[in-house]
């Protein structure tokens, strides 16, 4: 399996463009998360979904971040308007495993907000 | 409520020297534990975890982590320190059976030559 997709790898934007990040889970896996990684925060939980659906996006930092899923093999997490403070790596991951709960991350994004 | 704490956000050690990564975890009801390892500009994979069965738990690289619920601990341990070990290693935490983990800050293992 090529593992968890994201694209793309690098994205550098002005403020105030829309920014959209993409992922492709391991097939087979029905949950999906999106994380930002940064120095002052730590690694944190933005959303996941269970079989597209939006289970938890308490960690979503405010109105202009969405995410969704259409399908099971795609999701997005959009950024409009775009800040300065949303400079971040921002990771996908799947699970597949009900009762281990293992996570498998992608390679991530690195955003950067100018 | 699920939170872990990681003891030291750097630990340098020597080449060949022994690796002690502290994780203590908070949870009120048998938790599910985890390490996770990520390498420079890659994202984390999984090195070990913890299901409530051996409390002594194996992982990749020569890595082991135990299981001790007295001291609600689950440090990550190994032998002798390689040079390709080097990189920032995650504790996280999974309890109330459902899928959300909580992670630590990490902590970044630096091998000295």
């Known amino acids: 399996d090529a593992g968890v997709i994201q694209s793309p790898r690098h994205e550098v934007t002005e403020m105030g463009q829309e920014v959209t990040l993409r992922c492709k889970p391991i097939?087979?896996?029905?949950?999906l998360f999106w994380y930002r990684q940064t120095m002052m925060r730590g690694l944190e939980l933005l959303i996941y979904?269970?079989?597209?659906?939006?289970?938890?996006d308490s960690g979503m930092p405010e109105d202009r971040f969405s995410a969704k899923m259409p399908n099971a093999s795609f999701s997005t997490l959009k950024i409009q308007p775009s800040e300065p403070r949303d400079s971040a790596v921002y990771f996908c991951?799947?699970?597949?495993?009900?009762?281990?709960?293992?996570?498998?991350f992608g390679p991530g994004t690195r955003l950067t907000v100018t | 409520a699920q939170s872990v704490t990681q003891l030291g956000s750097h630990v340098s050690v020597s080449e060949g020297a022994l690796v002690l990564l502290r994780c203590n975890y908070s949870?009120?009801?048998?938790?599910?534990l985890f390490w996770y390892v990520q390498y420079p500009n890659q994202g984390l994979q999984l090195l070990l975890k913890?299901?409530?069965?051996?409390?002594l738990v194996k992982g990749i690289n020569g890595f082991e982590a135990e299981f001790k619920k007295s001291e609600t601990s689950f440090h990550l341990t190994k032998p002798s320190a390689h040079m390709s070990d080097a990189a920032e290693y995650f504790c996280?935490?999974?309890?109330?059976?459902?899928?959300?983990?909580?992670f630590g800050i990490g902590t970044k293992l630096q091998v000295i030559p």
């Open positions: 097939s087979g896996h029905d949950y």
């Open positions: 991951a799947s699970s597949g495993d009900r009762y281990a709960y293992e996570q498998y």
């Open positions: 996280a935490v999974n309890s109330g059976g459902y899928q959300k983990v909580t």
């Open positions: 913890y299901t409530s069965a051996a409390t």
């Open positions: 949870s009120s009801v048998p938790p599910y």
């Open positions: 979904f269970n079989n597209n659906v939006p289970i938890d």
